[in-house]
């Protein structure tokens, strides 16, 4: 399997809302990792261990598969021609300038050129 055709989806809120209302503090607190970790898998920005995924299935008394589930993402592109998405760095042009800069006490002249 390539990892970039599958990700992993998940449904910890809709489950957390199940259970009595628990919150992202209290599932933490039930595995052992912080409200931040619980956030990041909840929302998809980072896969949790297998260990950290048996545990969270076990909090809600359900099957890991119950609760994580793959993502075809070569299904997405294809059946509706979603471009993936890369971060990448903006780079700012900068333009150059004829003469030389000087700065004097936080403010900047421009020396002209001859």
């Not at 619980?38 to 949790?48: C, D, K, T």
């Not at 969270?56 to 993502?71: C, G, M, N, W």
């Not at 998405?85 to 900047?108: D, E, H, M, P, S």
């Amino acid at each position: 399997m390539d990892a970039d055709i599958y990700s992993l989806g998940n449904r910890i809120k809709e489950f957390r809302q199940k259970h009595e209302g628990l919150t992202q503090k209290k599932l933490a607190e039930e595995v052992g990792v912080s409200k931040l970790t619980i956030h990041l898998v909840e929302n998809r920005r980072v896969v949790p261990s297998a260990l950290l995924a048996f545990k969270i299935a076990k909090v809600f008394r359900k099957k890991v598969s119950d609760v994580f589930y793959l993502i075809d993402n070569q299904l997405l592109l294809d059946g509706k021609k979603i471009k993936k998405r890369k971060k990448k760095a903006k780079k700012k042009k900068v333009k150059k300038k004829k003469g030389k800069v000087k700065r004097k006490k936080g403010k900047v002249k421009k020396k002209k050129r001859k």
